[in-house]
């Protein structure tokens, strides 16, 4: 299936909105856009976004990613590109649909399509190399 009949799929297969269950790991300026527009969610218990910071642990961003990855209300994580070249390690090992892990910009850092591992493995799969 392509991506985009997979997030479609999340999108139908969930009885929440669709804006819930995008889940956030990206630093503030990303998140603060996100929250405005409706996307972040937060409970007594936790939330569906990681604010990354400069003194952001590599291990904290590990541990939330890991977290995030279990919940099922959430089908889309969103994380800048540099945040997920952090941990590259655990997205290389990351072999699951759902949630979809999409790596986006952020305002400092652009995008480069030759770092993303979903690029990587489209290019691989269309006979370009790993």
Do not use: C, W
């Not at 300026?29 to 972040?40: M, Q, R």
């Not at 904290?60 to 800048?80: K, M, P, S, V, Y």
């Amino acid at each position: 299936m392509s991506l985009g009949v997979d997030i479609a799929r999340i999108i139908l297969s969930h009885s929440h909105l669709f804006l819930s269950t995008l889940n956030l790991l990206n630093q503030q300026d990303t998140v603060t856009g996100f929250l405005l527009a409706g996307v972040g969610h937060r409970t007594a218990k936790d939330t569906n976004f990681l604010i990354v910071k400069q003194d952001t642990t590599l291990q904290q961003i590990e541990d939330a990613f890991h977290a995030l990855t279990l919940r099922d209300d959430i089908g889309i994580i969103l994380i800048n590109q540099h945040v997920a070249n952090n941990i590259r390690h655990v997205l290389k090992d990351y072999n699951q649909t759902i949630p979809t892990v999409l790596e986006i910009p952020s305002k400092e850092h652009p995008y480069d399509p030759e770092q993303d591992y979903i690029m990587q493995r489209v290019n691989m799969f269309l006979g370009g190399g790993a």
